[in-house]
Each structure stands twice: as C-alpha cells, then as structure tokens.
C-alpha cells in the first residue's frame, strides 16, 4: 500500500498478521509497514535456514491449486478453506469452479482485514461465501449457518487446511481440529493439509523465524516432523503421491526431505 496507511473498521495495524505475512510473501498488496517489517525479518532468516518463504509460499499456492484441481476432477464439489487469508490469484473457488461449475465454497477466518476483502470479492458470487470463524473452535465453524446452508455433509466434502495449523502450538490440539472436521464428513470426503516442515536437518535460524511470528497476531509458529504432519491427516488414505514437498505434490520437481520446504497431502475418508 502506498501513501497513509489507512485499515478497514477493525483492523490492528499495530500488530503484525500472519495474513498479511503472506500476502506479502505472495507480492500482494494487503498489507501494512508493519507486516513487511516482520515478513522481511522471516525472509532473512528462510535464506540462512537454506530457502526462501516466498518461493515456499507460491510453491504452497500451487500444490493447493492443484489439490483442488484433482478433487474437482474426481467428483468433489464441495469445499472448505478454513484459515483461508487474504484473497489472491487461484483460490479456492476459482480453481473449482474452472473445474466444475456447480462447485460450492466457504471460506472460514476470523482476520477482520480477510473477511473485508473477500466479502468484497465474494459479494456477487453465488457459488463461494466467507464466514467469520476460529479453527480452534471447530463446532462453531460447522455448525455456522453460512457453512451449513452451503455446505451438504452427508455428499462428499473438501476440507482445506493449507499453511494454518502451524498457528496451532500443541500437536493434540492441532490433530483434534482436523479430526473434528474428518469425523462430521461422509465417505468419500478429503482433507488436504500443507504444513510448514524444517527438514531433516534443521538450524537455527528456524528459531529466529518463531521468535518473529510470537510478536504476531497468531502469537505462535509450530514447526512439525513428517511424522507428525502425517498424524494430521490420521483415519484417512493418502492419494498419490502421499505425504511430500509441496512442489512435489503432482508436480516435475523430486521429492527432497532434506531442505526446508511445506509438506503436503490430500487424504480421503473412508
């Protein structure tokens, strides 16, 4: 943003947010001094971890594309984004509603500058909504009128998770939120999760980059094992190409375990 930053009706300037993070890893435009100045400081320390969260940033953006992509492919035409953040090109809705037509998504965050902007992207779209919602809290996401006049449990169901559970520190915690969401979909429904991985040989800039999102609106940064990302998408079975860099997800770049990347996978439930 250029000039007087000016926010929305209940936007903190003041405080840096993990959307407004990304959207400037994105080279997006929403946000303000202050998320460029804690994004920046995470920039430098992704390259002296050995990558760039910008570059894993669009890499996440494209698995995510192409997750949705194959979902739609396969029959899907239902979708969830919970912690969607800030609008951008290829979301959720665009990539499914490409796909196939009769597509149906809601967005779910509880960051007032999302909801501003994707109210306003989503204001004549009947196919897409966004409601204000906390993953923390599963049962009130979906049991939210805007998720359930949409959204039809009992038909197959896309549950997208895609670089949000890393704001959630406790790993049981974190495992109970998808599993709440798993168990309330009918056969055949998917989740798909992304979630930052530190490789299998981490250093210590990765202990700088929490410091920096501890100041921020999420006030944590877990990073997981493979192990434990995978415990995510417990009770469902991976598609091919399982659990991998997202790069590598459907992609043409080989699996490496050993850089810092985000892990993705997209589970079907039985």
Known sequence: MSGPEQAPAGVDTTVPSVARMYDYYLMGKDN???????????????????TDIRVAARDNRGFLGRAVQALAEAGVRQFIDVGAGLPTQENVHQVALRCAPDSRVVYVDNDPMVLVHARALLAADRAATVVDGDLRDPRSVLEHPGVVSRIDFDEPVAVV????????????????????????????????VSHPFPGERPGEAFQEIGEV???TSSGSFTLRGRAAVRNLLAGTELLDPGLVPVQSWRGDVPADFTVPSYLGGVGRIG
Not at 32 to 50: N, T
């Open 32 to 50: 303000y001094q202050v998320d460029r100045d804690a994004a920046e400081k995470v920039i430098a320390a992704s390259r002296e971890s050995g």
């Open 213 to 215: 999102y501890t100041t």
């Open 161 to 192: 998770f895609c670089a949000v559970l890393q704001f959630v520190p406790d790993d049981a915690e974190a495992a109970a939120i998808v599993g709440a969401f798993r168990d309330r979909c009918s056969a055949g429904s998917h989740l798909v």
